[in-house]
């Protein structure tokens, strides 16, 4: 997935359920099954990186809010 851009966690959700939904139908081959179970490890880290990314934005909110004094380094004013 390096080369391809990175979907959006709605994106990467919905396929990985379809990955699961296939996983589980079964019918599959031993082949078909790794390469599954390779695209939805790969589309568990993309989610995961959404979710990181925004309980940092939401714990930044929270501080922000908690403390309205104080400005983020990268405030304009």
Known sequence: MADEKAP???QAREELTEVVRR???GGLTLEQSIELWERGEKLA???E???Q???VKLAAAMARRADPSA???DAPF
């Open 23 to 25: 996983l589980e139908t």
């Open 49 to 51: 990186e959404w979710l």
């Open 71 to 73: 400005q983020p380094d």
């Open 8 to 10: 959006s966690y709605e």
């Open 45 to 47: 880290a993309v989610c």
């Open 53 to 55: 990314g925004a309980r």
